[in-house]
């Protein structure tokens, strides 16, 4: 048969595979033909490329074989997981806060992988004040990528402080039951 290209079957770094037997014939009758390496044609194949190799064999003993290729790739994204959206409060005097989050995970069909920040800042930095959103990707061994997205919001809650200018005491203008008085604004 052809050359054969299959997909992983769902959760497994494997497919099972069905494939034509070979055929073969003869000038003279009699004869068979045998599975000499590699799968049989409904059994599972790795990932990878198998060689799969059948030989034919005529009643007087005389062989013939043919190869042909399993390639099973891994076409499954992975499954990753974020941690939860979080929402802090500005350290104090600071328009940010230090946020950490847990690292997010994954798991895919296959074996190998990883995981990286994408955008977003990374945990145990200061985040500012607002809604800031962080995106993660995993990479299997395959390169077959997913992301996810958590938000972390951060309010600010310490109110301001004002400075008064002092107490102004005067007397009142010559003639005049008022004074003019000019003093410094506020600061806050």
Do not use: H, M
Not at 26 to 42: F, I, K, R, V, Y
Not at 78 to 100: E, G, K, R, W, Y
């Amino acid at each position: 048969p052809s050359n054969v290209v299959k997909g992983t079957d769902v959760g497994l770094c494997s497919a099972v595979v069905s494939y034509p037997l070979p055929t073969f014939s003869d000038n003279c009758p009699g004869g068979s033909q045998a599975l000499q390496s590699g799968g049989a044609s409904g059994t599972v194949f790795l990932k990878g490329t198998s060689s799969v190799v059948w030989r034919a064999t005529d009643a007087e003993g005389l062989t013939s074989q043919c190869t042909f290729t399993v390639t099973v790739n891994d076409t499954q994204a992975p499954v990753i997981t974020c941690p939860a959206s979080q929402t802090q409060t500005t350290a104090l005097n600071f328009c940010t806060a230090i946020v950490t989050y847990t690292t997010p995970t994954f798991t895919g069909n296959c074996s190998g992988g990883s995981v990286s920040i994408q955008s977003g800042l990374p945990s145990g930095s200061p985040f500012p004040k607002g809604i800031n959103t962080v995106v993660w990707r995993a990479t299997d061994a395959s390169n077959n990528t997913k992301t996810c997205t958590f938000r972390i919001t951060v309010n600010d809650n310490q109110a301001p402080t004002i400075s008064c200018p002092p107490n102004i005491s005067t007397t009142t203008n010559p003639n005049l039951c008022t004074a003019l008085v000019t003093y410094s604004n506020a600061t806050f």
